[in-house]
């Protein structure tokens, strides 16, 4: 099936008088006939779902959609896009390893890594992502258990150069792990570029209506975990789910079941059913609204890219963008989504004053949004970090974030103008 297809039947397949459309499944429990077939469920020998925490039909219809569209052999969603990424972190690594991450990564991400997994003992080095492969490689430690980037950071705009990056992580036989947040699968695959595991909030274009948190991690299959040397609990045995050893036991989905079985038993930021549904619902719809998202942000990238009260732009479908060429090798069509970075001439105060002026955009700590919005970095999402964090992010004190909808362009382009005139 082709993506448009996939985003409207992979997941759940209605049979002979079944609900046309995905139920909700609000249960936290389900019902067997026999201890042994619990006992099956538990050691991990049969599939079905016995607690909400680790399966529940209704997000597993969800889970099966999204692996299709990123051409993956399963997926997990959890409770946020954070959950997800530090699932994907706690499932490879553990106190006294370390990790390489692009430095233009989520302002979140980046404090995940740079504070809070530092705090109980793992440690990240961030590197630029456009630097020589040998300046990237010097990052690697004979500890290091992944290399993360974003395929369009958030907020920066930067493409990721996924295939060079992802040669990189496994001459250090580490997994390449990218959040595809912002292209969404329907612009790119990161998997069909080298990319092992994939993230994404789907808090953002995934639901695309700013109605449901979540985030859901993407196990590409593609990493050799007994190959690598570097990961021993893949390749011993579990005590904690009876000897299960996961490289011999589920093949190339070792990794999303450790995830599952080990990060969502015991940390539990496990995804609702009703959650579920709702990214389901926006799903449907993703790629007619990721499209339209794109047309008007370059409508709209366009205009500014003229403005005289404009510094810079980041906005890679730009044809003079430096980032251009990445865009047309790894986005479809050279699309790239509705999120663009501005500049404005004025600083920290002209961002202020423009995200004080707009009318019909709204300022919000959101993004992808069907609406349009704006977000002004240095006083909000980035505000933790110092000057020099900023800019080693690619902020600047007058950068705004603005998230083009898919209201009419005309009344988009309007109302940012009226906006600027006051800046
Ligand atoms: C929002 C976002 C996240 C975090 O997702 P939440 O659902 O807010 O926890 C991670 N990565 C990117 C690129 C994001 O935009």
Redesign the pocket.
Known sequence: MLPETICLHAGYTPKNGDPAALPIYQSTTFRYDSTENIAKLFDLKDNGFFYSRLGNPTVDAVEQKIAALEGGVGAMCTS??????VGIVLTLAKAGDHIVCSSA??G??FNLLAVSLKKIGIETTFIDQSASDEEISSAFRDNTKLFIG?TL??PAMDVLDIERLAKIAHQHKVPFVV?N??ATPILCRPGDFGADIV??????YMDGHAIQ???VVVDIGSFDYAASGKFPDFVEPDESYHGTVYTRDFGKAAFIVKCRVQFMRDYGSCQTAQGAFYINLGLETLPLRIVQHSKNGLEIARMLAEHPKIESISYPALEHDPNHALCLKYLKDGMCSGVMSVVLKGGRAAGAKFIDSVKLCSPEVH??DIRSCVLHPASATHRQLTDAQLEACGIKPGTVRISVGIENIADIKEDILQALAQV
């Open positions: 946020s896009g954070m959950a997800a990424c990564v989520y979140g991400t974003e950071a958030n959040d947040t912002f993230f994404h909030a789907t808090t953002k948190m979540g985030g993004v992808a």
